[in-house]
């Protein structure tokens, strides 16, 4: 099965800073690869899809690139409200495994 | 508006038996196939099982391959997890999500608020 590997697990940053986290798959995924968001306490929420596909609603200031196996959640000026941790998920076939997270804090 | 609510968790001993639903409304459930997927206190997000909208196709985690089976009654648009020989590890807050087409090959769009199951002697 494929592995999905999430880097870094934690970051703390200033508002207003530009946070990258990225998801490596053990093989290549085209760009069947999903983001999420879960703040503490609530359920997941879609972000991005085929990799750079903003889901609707979703503030500008996330993005997503990469395909095949290197993939990146960018956000551009993080504010208060996007503390939460970040997962990835690839889902070209099952299993449709997830990336250990990204904890996202502010400084 | 797509809703779908989870019911079934509970407390259960190592061993034991536990049957979890899904009950959808707000979209056509046939065409959508839909996923289990659990998180462990304190822990990370874990894909457990997938069926296509017409239930004829179904995928599992390994960690749970034979022991848990999933269903649907696409009459009813209730979907099913039947978990058997459960183990601590099984602990978790158990998720119903809907993909975004009739294949489990997708993202998960619209998911429920989760059914917490504990297994404890």
């Known amino acids: 099965d494929i592995q999905m590997t999430q880097s870094p697990s934690s970051l703390f940053a200033s508002v207003g800073d530009r946070v990258t986290i990225t998801c490596r798959a053990s093989?290549?995924?085209?760009?069947?690869l999903a983001w999420y968001q879960q703040k503490p306490g609530k359920v997941p929420k879609l972000l991005i899809f085929a990799a750079s596909t903003l889901q609707s609603g979703v503030p500008s200031r996330f993005s997503g690139s990469g395909s095949g196996t290197d993939f990146a959640l960018t956000i551009s000026s993080l504010q208060p409200e996007d503390v939460a941790t970040y997962y990835c998920q690839k889902y070209n076939s099952a299993p449709l495994t997830f990336g250990g997270g990204t904890k996202v804090e502010i400084k | 508006e797509v809703q779908v609510l989870e019911s079934g968790g509970g407390l259960v001993q190592p061993g034991g038996s536990l049957r979890l639903s899904c009950a959808a409304s707000?979209?056509?459930?046939?065409?959508?196939?839909m996923s289990w997927v659990r998180q462990a206190p304190g822990k990370g997000l874990e894909w457990v099982s997938g069926?296509?909208?017409?239930?004829?196709?179904?995928n599992y985690a390994d960690t749970v391959k034979g022991r848990f089976t999933i269903s649907r009654d696409n009459s009813k648009n209730t979907l099913f997890l039947q978990m058997n020989s459960l183990r601590d590890e099984d602990t978790a807050l158990y998720y119903c999500a809907k993909s975004e087409n009739p294949y489990i090959g997708s993202n998960l769009r619209d998911w429920g608020q989760g059914t917490l199951v504990t297994v404890s002697s």
């Open positions: 093989q290549g995924i085209n760009n069947y």
């Open positions: 069926i296509s909208g017409s239930g004829g196709t179904s």
């Open positions: 707000g979209f056509t459930f046939r065409m959508y196939a």
